[in-house]
C-alpha cells in the first residue's frame, strides 16, 4: 500500500464547475498537508499549506484536512480552462515530502 | 525576486555515462531538496542538503550523490546511469525551519538511451 493514494483521474468538468480532488494516507506522523498544482512541463507549485484539521480557504481554493480519517481534499470553485493542470497532493513528515501520484483535470470552456 | 533556477532544462545521456544537475535555490532560502518524477507519477524524494551536508535521504542507490555550496546552491550527479533514470529531476528550496514549504524549480529532464 503506498502511503499516500490519489485517484490519478483523468477528470473533465465544464467551465465554472466545482472541482474536488482527494488524497488519503495511511502514516498519522504526517503533519504537514499541502497541494500543489503542476502544469505540463513546469514544475510544481505550491497552491494550498495547512497543518491543522479543518478547512484553508484562498480565493477560490478550498482545502480541507481529516486527521481522524487520514483523508484530505481540494476544492476548487468556479473552475476556469486556467485550472487545467495535475493536482498533486503532499504530506510531510521529518522534512520529507510524500506526493501522490498526482490527478489531471482539464475544464472545458 | 528569483525563484529556484535548474539547469540544464534539457539532457540526453547515453546508459554507463555520468550526469550533473545544478540548482539555485530562492533568494532567502538556505535549504535544497531534490526530487525524481517519472512520467505519470509524483515526485519522489532523494535527498535534502542544508549547511551544505545531506540531512535526509530517500530510498535511492548511491550512484545518486549530491552536493550544496556555501551559497546554498546544490548539485546532483548520478554515475553510472542506466535507462530507468529517465525523469523529470526536481529541486525544491526551503528555510531550515521545520514547517517551511517547499518551492520548486521547473526541472530538468534526462533522458537515457
Known amino acids: 500500500q503506498k502511503e499516500v493514494e490519489q485517484d490519478p483521474g483523468p477528470l473533465s468538468v465544464p467551465e465554472g464547475a466545482i472541482v474536488s480532488l482527494n488524497c488519503t494516507y495511511s502514516?498519522?506522523?504526517?503533519?504537514?498537508f499541502m497541494w500543489y498544482r503542476q502544469y505540463s512541463r513546469k514544475g510544481p507549485e505550491l497552491l494550498m499549506y495547512t497543518y491543522s484539521s479543518g478547512n484553508k480557504e484562498d480565493g477560490r481554493f478550498t482545502a480541507q484536512v481529516d486527521k481522524s480519517s487520514k483523508y484530505i481534499s481540494l476544492f476548487i470553485r468556479d473552475s476556469q480552462p486556467s485550472d487545467s493542470a495535475t493536482y498533486l497532493c503532499?504530506?510531510?513528515?521529518?522534512?520529507?515530502?510524500?506526493f501522490g501520484s498526482g490527478t489531471q483535470l482539464t475544464v472545458l470552456p | 525576486d528569483a525563484g529556484v533556477t535548474q539547469s540544464p532544462t534539457h539532457l540526453i545521456k547515453t546508459r554507463g555515462q555520468q550526469v550533473t544537475l545544478r540548482c539555485s535555490p530562492k533568494?532567502?532560502?538556505?535549504?535544497v531538496s531534490w526530487y525524481q518524477q517519472a512520467l505519470g507519477q509524483g515526485p519522489q524524494f532523494i535527498f535534502q542538503?542544508?549547511?551544505?551536508?545531506?540531512?535526509q535521504r530517500g530510498n535511492f542507490p548511491d550512484r545518486f550523490s549530491g552536493h550544496q555550496f556555501p551559497n546554498y546552491s546544490s548539485e546532483l550527479n548520478v554515475n553510472a546511469l542506466l535507462l530507468g533514470d529517465s525523469a523529470l529531476y526536481l529541486c525544491?528550496?526551503?528555510?531550515?525551519?521545520?514547517?517551511?514549504?517547499?518551492?520548486f524549480g521547473n526541472g530538468t529532464r534526462l533522458t537515457v538511451t
Open positions: 525544491a528550496s526551503s528555510v531550515k525551519s521545520y514547517n517551511s514549504p517547499l518551492h
Open positions: 542538503y542544508y549547511e551544505e551536508e545531506e540531512r
Open positions: 503532499a504530506i510531510s513528515a521529518a522534512r520529507q515530502l510524500t
Open positions: 502514516n498519522s506522523a504526517f503533519q504537514y
Open positions: 533568494s532567502g532560502h538556505d535549504t
